[in-house]
């Protein structure tokens, strides 16, 4: 593609486009959720829906003097934030915009803003007018604002919550607003969604928003008819001018030929504490991936030469540590152990995926959920396991951002925490929202099974795409876009020589092409 004159890979020209003026995709974009927020502490603050009802009632005309609720509003009261990410930080500028005292409590303070930090959740509610939940939530902070923090906010204290319902202990909320413990609370996220309690339903001095917020997926649709034209454009050009339309790797060596070669990386987490240096390093030397069915790799091992039993056990040892550095880092990283019972975590989950495994060497063996149970439970302790069991559920989150931030890392746009952290969010939403199923009454290997499953993954990829935005840059949007297409063009055609009977079962691993691949094509 040429662009005034000189030709341009596509992938930059997603990202000048991306990146100019000409569309509010990024630059100025502001999150549904930080729209939703501001319109639930306008109308508690301001007592929009009694005001409301005093109109509508007649009760201006008839008594314009008695009964109007009195607002102190917003200016000059203290805004406190529990949970200064992406989104809080963002909540957190718009309430310094009404000139209201600005403090936050996250897990560590953050060194790029000057916003008071309070050590405690309790301590920030003490010190607020009004406690903004806007936390990453998990089974480390379920009920976080319970009885003891809504008695800290005080009688004349306001709550919001925008971040999921299990943050608030909502029958201790209930309790403080029924016997006066807070003013009022705002709320777009409940514990047990849909389901709203009546008690909170029926109180004048709570707001509801049936989770607006939360759905990124609502808000982002505009930017994706703004990125999807881009795209297309740039497609159709690249068809007009002749280019190839395989991305160009900006991991190729200057000379370099071919198809892009391992090499050793650094972990996506390098602003983060590292465990045990050396059995990363000997994780990340091998550089393997889960196994796929792309039909490089399987010409590559039909070559490969015979190997030995002590030399096949080795491979497999290193590649099960590499693979679980990969599913679990970041998981560890919430569940918070010391550096040592992390690293023995690791690599007791390499020991059991190893175990499990069946090889020509070896038949493997069934773990019992009670027996893996019980090991991790000797390592880390009965308290943590219970975390660890809860934040497994979101695994294939955790194991998906690792791989998108060792993909922009390689592409040399690496991801800052908090991106890591929104990355993790998205990807978690979509999980929710959009999960890949089994079509029933199919099956598994037939065609129209198969046609399915790859619509299913194709939809849940272009979901992240429509909401990267969000926590990504345009750089780094465009390099994960061109990463999709390339899987699912990966897909297509592992399932193509599947049918042709040249190798594989039809179906068979079409669901491991994965972000950091090193450039299959």
Known sequence: MVLDGTPIDQTERVTQLLASGHTSLMHGWVPIGVQVVAALVLALAHRIIEVDRFVRDGRWVEHPAVGLPVVPGLTGRKFGVYGLGVIGAKIAARAAAFEMEVAYHNRTRRADVLYPYHDSLLGLAKWADILMVAARAGPSNRHAVNADVLK?????????????????????????LENGGIAGA??????????????????????????????????????????ASILAAVVVAALL?????????????????????????????????????????????????PPSSNVNDEIRRQRMPKLDEATLREQDKKSALNDTVIGY??????????????????????????ERGWTSYQQGRTISEQERSERIAAVIGQQKLEQFLALEKNGSAYWETYQIALLLQRRGVPTTPAQ??????????????????????????????????LWQLDE???????????????????????????????????????KSGKFGVLGEG????????????
């Open 152 to 176: 800290a906010l005080g009688p004349r204290g306001l709550v919001f919550n925008i971040a999921r319902g299990l943050v608030i202990d909502e029958t201790a909320l209930i309790a403080a």
């Open 186 to 227: 705002g709320l777009d996220v409940y514990e047990h969604e849909p389901k709203v309690p009546e008690a909170l339903k029926a109180r004048g001095n709570v707001v509801l928003s049936p989770h607006r917020g939360g759905s990124k997926l609502i808000a982002m649709r505009r930017a994706t008819f703004v990125l």
């Open 241 to 289: 001018y002749g280019r190839d339309s395989r991305p160009r790797s900006t991991a190729a060596q200057p000379g370099q030929t071919g198809a892009v070669q391992p090499q050793q990386t650094a972990s996506a987490a390098t602003e983060r504490n590292e465990l045990d240096t050396a059995s990363k390093e000997e994780a990340a030397a091998q550089n393997q991936q």
């Open 329 to 354: 880092w970041l998981l560890l990283e919430d569940l918070d152990l010391p550096k040592q019972e992390a690293k023995d975590l690791l690599v007791l989950l390499a020991d059991m995926q190893t």
């Open 420 to 453: 890591r952290d929104g990355v993790f969010d998205i990807l978690v939403e979509v999980h929710d929202r959009y999960p890949v199923t089994r079509p029933a009454g199919l099956d598994p290997h037939s065609v129209e099974y198969i046609d399915d499953h």
């Open 460 to 498: 849940f990829d272009r979901h992240v795409i429509e909401l990267a935005p969000s926590v990504l840059s345009p750089n780094q949007v465009a390099r994960l876009y061109e990463r999709y297409q390339g899987m699912s063009r990966e897909r297509i055609a592992s399932v193509e020589m599947q």
């Open 510 to 521: 079409i669901g491991w092409m994965t972000p950091a691949r090193w450039n299959p094509e």
